[in-house]
């Protein structure tokens, strides 16, 4: 039994609040976090890798006299538990405990200590001879059924199932090659999210390739577009035998006019951003928009653009030769999406965040990024030879991950 109501103390070791207790019941859990809606707020330039939901602490008791305290950590950067990094994941808290939200551990340090022991109530010399009732029935547990859906594995995976009982059924041919679309680009939005690292509704992501379809499917950008970009003697370019020719074309009526296409998405959540800030989720406060944010707004506007790219123009071209050869290209096409569109947008989106991440608006990086993911494209697009467009593939991954991991380290979230 329990002496007395189960409670936890945190005290800040340093900071401004250095040598305030505060205490917690077992009804409460503490969330901490640069979000303003924290239990215990950390916020200011000194707390910058400090997530705006960065972690939470709960009080987890069964039915059989059994309790602990426990920290989950949900951050970009992690948590030092009395100096070991612990990330994305879940530990039980002891007395003593030190948890540190700085690699230094030089700014921001909370002792954790529970005031109250469990008393275990097992005889001398005997040992449980049954299972509790929240191991037999672990929904028995406050908070375990969400802390289950809330794992990064559990929505791809229902989606997985409810994919594979549609290919099962679906009424023709069409529907199936639809149908795998779809659930292939739910993958690569579940893949641009979890490799940002941000914690943004899922909603966002799919709207934003939504938002791409239908201004694709509207035409006019697109076609506005095409008169600018695409000229007589560049889509001769585009159709030429010789590289320099063609790498101009590609250069300019593929990188240049889709890689612009595909970040109106991005430009209209600039436009927006008052709107989205009111919303509290990652990447987005103090009316800046962090740089990570706007690459994956960018990599999921890219998702809907291969969506209808290869739906209904590079599939159909193919299944003209049969429709297994055509199903065949509907898997790599999005696949190597991460290294192909997804990856141009991913870097102009980068440039588009530092030109209007600081007071100065700078046209210039805008200028920069574009030309640099419009060149990737067209060298894509224009070499021949499978190894060396195979090196331009590579090189855009690793140009798209250099620059979200600086970002991610270098930018709120």
Not at 46 to 63: C, D, M, P, Q, T
Not at 368 to 395: F, K, R, T
């Amino acid at each position: 039994m329990f002496q007395q109501e189960p409670e936890i103390k945190i005290t800040f070791l340093s900071g401004p609040r250095k040598g305030q207790t505060l205490t917690f019941k077992e009804e409460d859990e503490i969330t901490i976090g640069r979000d303003k809606s924290s239990t215990i707020v950390f916020d200011g330039p000194e707390n910058k890798s400090v997530s705006r939901k960065h972690a939470k602490i709960w009080f987890y008791g069964g039915l059989t006299g059994f309790f602990v305290w426990q920290f989950g950590d949900g951050s970009t950067n992690g948590t030092y538990v009395n100096g070991n990094k612990l990330l994305n994941d879940e530990l039980d808290l002891n007395d003593g405990d030190v948890l540190s939200f700085t690699k230094d551990r030089q700014d921001i340090k909370i002792s954790i200590s529970s005031t109250h022991q469990q008393e275990k109530q097992v005889d001398a010399g005997r040992q449980d001879t049954s299972p509790s009732f929240t191991k037999l029935v672990p929904t028995a547990n406050p908070g375990f059924l969400k802390e289950v859906i809330d794992q990064p594995f559990f929505i791809p995976a229902i989606c997985t199932v409810l994919a594979a009982i549609f290919l099962f059924v679906a009424p023709s041919f069409t529907a199936y090659t639809i149908g795998l679309g779809i659930y292939l680009a739910l993958m690569m939005l579940f893949f641009v999210k979890a490799v940002s690292g941000l914690n943004v509704p899922f909603w966002l992501l799919g709207g934003t390739s939504v938002l791409s379809i239908v201004l694709l499917y509207i035409w006019i950008p697109w076609l506005l577009l095409e008169l600018i970009f695409r000229p007589s003697i560049i889509l001769d370019f585009m159709e030429s035998k010789t590289f320099i020719q063609q790498f101009i074309g590609h250069f300019v009526g593929a990188g240049l006019m889709e890689e612009l296409f595909k970040v109106i998405p991005v430009f209209a959540f600039i436009a927006l951003k008052n709107r989205f800030a009111q919303m509290n989720f990652s990447g987005i406060g103090d009316g800046k928009i962090s740089p990570v944010l706007l690459m994956l707004i960018g990599a999921s506007s890219a998702v809907g653009f291969i969506f209808v790219e290869t739906l209904f123009q590079y599939v159909p071209e193919a299944a003209e030769q049969g429709e297994v050869f055509g199903l065949a290209l509907l898997i790599p096409r999005f696949i190597s999406g991460i290294a192909g569109h997804i990856g141009f947008s991913g870097i102009f989106s980068y440039y588009i965040g530092l030109a209007f991440y600081y007071k100065n608006f700078n046209p210039k990086l805008l200028i920069i990024g574009w030309v640099l993911a419009s060149v990737l494209h067209g060298l894509w697009n224009a070499i021949p030879n499978i190894i060396i467009s195979s090196s331009v593939a590579i090189a855009t991954f690793t140009i798209f991950m250099i620059y979200l991991i600086k970002a991610k380290k270098s930018f709120p979230t």
